[in-house]
């Protein structure tokens, strides 16, 4: 039988990095190469790294494969599906977002080679798993692979414990961990206080907790009893951490300060042995030193000999949050006390740490610190830590995990919804991109929202006419009074048949396999109510042929917290199940945003999303549009009506700091410039395209067809109806272009 293959995806990696999640990598491959367990590991690291694949595997001699994301620059139509994934720059939401999708490729490209992996596991620090586990649930890739998040320490947890105002990508961050840890196959916990810290703080469902794992990691090499040693008389108060704000160095030194004060027969330092980044934050902990003390407290870097400095102290850990400390195991390997903040889930009852037998810990404030140093001080001997590292769960495949379902037999009708008012000259491709969808049940409801313009008033008298012979997939339905784009989506709503729904202006696109894949994985996860489509700006017919984007919309999704200031829960085209609007409708009275309004107000009644990850929906750029006119004053009054939409009290886990984002000039693409005459001319070419997948839906080419035909008073008929209406659109520019000359 062929090994298990199994992928962590890691910036980290000792002794080639720093950080903690590198050690714990490092443990794991140590540890599998000591059992020889029957596992083939690989490593996959996004391009930013700088390491050696080859200088890896050479370090771990051979037991390991090392992968390195391929880095890709500006948009190259020869990449991967023609060129739909979006470049780098794209990703305004979060740069992340970004690195997640450059390993998703990467793994594609992997698993394309014929390299199948059983397991990817993703550290749910900056949410990287998101990508592959929306190309999974979309049916994309990786139907057999279980698709696994380790808890670390996500961004948005240690963000809350630094207490900093967050940045609109730091935000992104935050939600992009959330909803990996959501979305994941399954969930790995050092400890059971840290899966609950985790479902407290992002208050996710109780049925979350059914996917999550304890176990806990190799956190150290074993150190022989006999050779642990304490090498001090007068011991050193160590600090082997980071100086960052949930660290708690400040805490560190008023709590030694405390300790030399309440003890002034205690006679040795306070050394802040760690990693210092010159700042504000380094100045204040520095400045908390009494000017007394200050011979006795000690900033230096990293030791070189950190076993032999720990042997020489005292090591105090005051972290706020931890999932797992290393540095605690290390310590205690070699025989130094460890005072411990018992607030800390890593330190925890539950954890190999008991107060009084192999730690002295305290209840996070300075006097207990000071308390427990004194109590390491003076009865400093105590027995190791003792730990036991669980077999991976990637050896011990779970039957329960959850794979690819089987899509369904079923093809439910999509009523895909077209709103109009004086945009019928670009109807055609709207109709053209329905036209060359892969998916066959398709019924299309298109208002017009009382047009004023000429040429909207023949195209839908005549599609009027037309439609009256029955049969036709196509159904108008024509507002007596301009009823404002949110209402002329719920008379849509109300005319639709389908168990799916797609609004879609008149002037935009939808690409020609998402209403297929947006549907199956629909049918395949019944807990997800919408797929959101990536979206691509052209601000021509051309462009779009030859998908050259001008702008990018990426999304997150359901992301409740992040979404009340700053829409990234999708554009206004997203493919939605029906029954979502049997208690949920447009708001009529809003005369923009009114999608932004509807996505938020679903997310905060717990409905889930998906995202493609390719660009789906192709979305035109030109001047007048409805965003356009949204100034910052009237972005802000927009938000405030969106807010008060919302049901109160707001859901819980709604993280409140990014109100603090409200000042920022609204998110709106810039207004496309005026269309220029000459432009007009390509119509005959683009009409003949039209015309050609018109055909594709017979009924409705009768209909356009009959509806040109109107068009053609005082000709003899010899031209081909395309022409003709090409022509009365050329003359309708020009009549325009004239008047604002």
């Known amino acids: 039988m062929s090994p298990r293959r199994v992928c962590l995806v ?143 320490s996500t961004f948005g947890i240690i963000a809350q414990m630094e207490r900093q105002l967050l940045t609109k990508d730091n935000h992104g961050q935050s939600e992009l961990e959330r909803k990996a840890l959501l979305d994941a196959d399954r969930v790995i916990a ?61 805490l560190f030194v008023r709590g030694a300060a405390t300790f030399m004060r309440n003890h002034p027969e205690y006679t040795g330092r306070a050394v802040l042995d760690c990693v210092m980044v010159p700042g504000e934050h380094l100045d204040w902990v520095k400045s908390l030193v009494p000017a007394d003390l200050r011979p006795r407290f000690v900033f230096t870097g990293p030791s070189k000999d950190r076993e032999a400095l720990m042997r020489r102290g005292i090591v105090v850990i005051p972290s706020d949050y931890e999932s797992v400390n290393l540095a605690a195991y290390e310590a205690s390997s070699v025989g130094a006390p460890l005072v411990l903040n018992g607030e800390c889930v890593a330190f925890a009852p539950g954890s190999p740490f008991v107060d009084g037998v192999n730690c002295y810990t305290f209840d996070g404030s300075v006097n207990g610190l000071a308390e427990a140093i004194a109590r390491a001080w003076k009865s400093p001997d105590l027995r190791p830590v003792e730990w036991t590292a669980d077999v991976p769960y990637w050896e011990t495949p779970d039957p329960r995990a959850r794979r690819a379902r089987a899509t369904t037999a079923r093809t439910p009708l999509v009523s895909v919804l077209i709103t109009n008012f004086n945009l019928a000259r670009y109807l055609p491709e709207a109709l053209e991109s329905i036209a060359e969808s892969t998916y066959p049940e398709v019924e299309i409801i298109l208002v017009d929202d009382a047009s004023t ?129 049997e208690h949920t409708r447009y708001d009529e009275r809003l005369r923009s945003y009114e999608d932004w309004d509807l996505y938020l107000r679903l997310t905060h009644a717990g409905h889930r999303f998906l995202v493609t990850n390719a660009i789906h929906f192709h979305y035109r750029r030109r001047g007048g549009s409805m965003i356009s006119g949204v100034n910052p004053r009237r972005h802000l009054e927009l938000l405030n009506q969106l807010h008060r939409n919302l049901k109160h009290p707001l859901p819980a886990g709604i993280q409140l700091d990014p109100f603090l984002l409200l000042a920022v000039a609204p998110e709106a693409p810039p207004p496309a410039p005026e269309v220029k005459v000459e432009v007009v001319h390509r119509l005959h070419g683009v009409m003949d395209r039209v015309n050609v997948s018109l055909k594709r839906l017979p009924l409705l080419h009768k209909a356009l067809k009959y509806a040109a035909s109107g068009l053609t008073a005082g000709t003899d008929g010899s031209r081909p109806t395309r022409y003709v209406l090409a022509d009365a659109l050329n003359k309708r520019v020009r009549t325009i272009a004239s008047s604002i000359r």
């Open 10 to 152: 890691t910036d980290e990696l000792y002794p080639f990095t720093q950080g903690g999640i590198g050690r714990l990598v490092h443990n794991f491959v140590m540890d599998s190469l000591r059992r020889e367990s029957s596992v083939e590991l690989h490593l996959l690291f996004p391009s930013t790294v700088a390491v050696v694949p080859s200088a890896i595997e050479a370090h771990f001699g051979g037991g390991v494969r090392a992968h390195v994301a391929q880095s890709r620059g500006t948009w190259d139509l020869r990449f991967d599906e023609g060129g739909v994934y979006p470049p780098p720059g794209a990703f305004t939401d979060t740069f992340q977002h970004a690195t997640s999708l450059e390993l998703m490729l990467q793994l594609r490209r992997l698993e394309a080679s014929g390299l199948h992996f059983d397991v990817i596991e993703f550290p749910d620090y900056l949410g990287w798993a998101f990508c592959t586990l929306q190309e999974k649930l979309l049916g994309g890739a990786f139907a057999n692979t279980e698709v696994v998040v380790r808890l670390h």
């Open 190 to 250: 050092h400890l059971p206080r840290v899966a609950d810290f985790n479902h407290a703080f992002y208050r996710f469902p109780e049925q979350w907790k059914q996917k999550v794992t304890c176990q806990f990691p190799p956190v150290a090499l074993r150190t022989d009893a006999s050779l642990r040693s304490r090498e001090w008389e007068v011991p050193d108060l160590l600090f082997v951490s980071k100086v960052q704000r949930f660290k708690r160095a400040d």
């Open 453 to 581: 313009d000429p040429f909207d008033h023949a195209m839908m008298e005549r599609i009027a006419v037309a439609s009256e012979d029955g049969g036709s997939n196509l159904r108008l339905i024509r507002n007596p009074v301009n009823r404002g784009l949110p209402a002329s989506r719920n008379i849509a709503l109300d005319a639709a048949r389908g168990e799916y729904v797609l609004p879609l202006d008149a002037d935009d696109c939808i690409g020609p396999r998402f209403i297929q894949l947006a549907v199956e994985a629909l049918e395949r996860h019944r807990e997800y109510d919408v797929v959101v489509p990536a979206t691509g700006y052209f601000d021509s017919d051309e462009a779009l042929a030859e998908r050259r984007f001008c702008d990018y919309a990426m999304f997150l999704g359901d992301c409740p917290s992040l979404g009340m200031v700053a829409n990234r829960l999708s554009s206004a085209t997203s493919l939605m199940r029906r029954s979502l609007f």
